[in-house]
């Protein structure tokens, strides 16, 4: 890692990392961790007091007694207790006498103490992407495989959800699902086909496909590159279902092949919730999200070049740590030139034991709001927009309730529509309608055909 790509990845601390130092035995070993702890410091790292508030843990062993070395062990596993997301590095000599010590993360002996600085920030940093590195074994056994259920009806309103994958390995600053529900893990083809074949003997016609990361689905599988548009195509042919919807995924997963499958299917709907997050590279950056506004904007077009009439719809976090006025802008401007037709706006509240809960300064209240109001009125607007284009076409609706010859549902294109019609739908069915008109932000029409 040069210098210059640690200073970036240090941007993720704006005040720096915190460095906890624990010293047992001798005035040497003090001295030697007062050294460390400058080399700490010259690198961007701040001392803290506080064990369970750091990012890094240093312990200086010893081994000079049965005692003392009973007590450095506890130590390196108290740290792990009080920290556990933090790197735990172990220097001094029972770490040279037992050269690979199991309670650490990172271990240096009686030589080299210089070299711990970097051994701990690419640890650190490694983290981002090694969601094995800060769990247990006890976690790691557990979350190694998808736990699969079985076909399970799971829905809402007329849809059923069919979950396709668990956890994540992306660990956006933010989020603590990486933490909470362990590495990226795949259901298996044969399951979930089999669980959407029930869903249509059920008489389910529309299908959600779920999951923490759709984007990483079987990248734990052989054929990883392929495996969604597999599926999905898969998906496609079985009896009785006719709508596929995908559950939000992240711009990372549109490619050529993505494209073309969703443009060649008659069944998977013409709506895609891809998440932002932020319209600002520099909030994206501290947000850790792997790709940039450029990214995004050619994932987007990529979509509408081969289908014009696809709407999208995505998430924004408004007030994440020093978010400036100008990032959040940015982020407007951004959303409103993408032409999204929803937007989702969450005001960023600090999860406990993210990178994110230590960034500072914190976005006030008032601001925060203020921001999402912003963001609330452009996705009116864009709604609005959105629904204007409607106006005149025939939609596809699947019914789930109705009220004296008044129904509602969902269009493809996610739209809710209200219509009415002098024959009879029953719910879970599926009726043309004529878009006629728009009421807040709800389209309203005659059902064309039965
Ligand atoms: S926000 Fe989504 S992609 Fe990012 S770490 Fe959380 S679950 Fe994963």
Redesign the pocket.
């Known amino acids: 890692m040069d210098n210059e790509e640690v200073s970036r990845l240090l941007e993720r601390y704006p005040n720096g990392p915190k460095v906890y130092f624990q010293t047992l035995g001798c005035k040497v070993n003090s001295y030697e961790t007062d050294a460390v702890r400058i080399l700490f410091e010259s690198r961007g790292f701040r001392t803290t007091t506080d064990p369970r508030d750091c990012d890094v843990c240093v312990v200086n062993t010893c081994t000079v007694t049965a005692e003392a070395d009973r007590k450095s062990g506890q130590m390196l596993r108290r740290a792990k207790k009080l920290a556990p997301r933090a790197v735990v590095a172990a220097m001094g000599c029972r770490t040279e006498m037992r050269k690979a010590i199991d309670e650490a993360d990172v271990c240096v002996g009686t030589v080299d103490r210089a070299g711990l600085v970097d051994l701990v920030i690419s640890r650190l940093f490694e983290r981002s992407d090694d969601p094995d590195s800060v769990l247990t074994n006890e976690h790691r056994s557990r979350m190694a495989k998808f736990e699969d259920f079985g076909p399970v009806i799971s829905r809402e309103g007329t849809r059923a959800f069919v979950k396709i994958q668990d956890g ?5 600053s ?5 933490y909470a ?1 362990g590495r990226s893990r795949s259901r298996s083809e044969e399951s979930i086909l089999h669980e959407i074949r029930c869903l249509g003997e059920e008489g389910y016609i529309e299908i959600v496909l779920t999951g ?2 759709l984007g990483a689905f079987g990248k734990d599988s052989e054929n990883a590159h392929d495996a969604l548009t597999r599926l999905l195509k898969k998906a496609e042919s079985t009896e009785n279902i006719r709508r596929i919807r995908l559950g ?1 995924i ?1 711009p990372q997963m549109i490619d050529e092949a993505f494209v073309r499958t969703i443009a060649e299917s008659s069944k998977i709907c013409r709506h895609l919730h891809v ?1 932002l ?1 932020s319209g600002s590279d520099s909030v994206l950056l501290r ?4 790709y940039n506004i450029k990214h995004f904007a050619e994932s987007i077009a990529l979509l509408r070049e081969s289908m014009p009439n696809i709407h999208l719809s995505t998430d924004i976090i408004v007030g994440f740590p020093a978010e400036t006025e100008s990032e959040h802008r940015e982020s407007l401007l951004f959303c409103e030139q993408a032409g999204f037709s929803k937007i989702h706006v969450f005001p960023y509240s600090v999860r406990a034991g993210t990178v994110a809960a230590d960034m500072q300064p914190k976005i006030d209240s008032a601001t925060k709001s203020k921001r999402k109001g912003d963001f609330l009125r452009l996705s009116e607007d864009l709604h609005i927009r959105a629904a204007e284009e409607m106006l005149g076409k025939i939609v596809s609706v699947l019914v789930e309730e109705q009220n004296h010859g008044m129904y509602s549902g969902y269009s493809k294109e996610y739209f809710r529509v209200i219509f009415s019609s002098g024959s009879v739908f029953e719910s879970g069915s599926e009726a043309q309608v004529q878009i006629t008109g728009l009421s807040d932000e709800t389209l309203t029409g005659i059902a064309h055909e039965r």
């Open positions: 994540c390995d992306n660990y956006c933010y989020c603590i699902i990486p529900r923490i990361n939000s992240e998440s997050q947000m850790n999200r792997k």
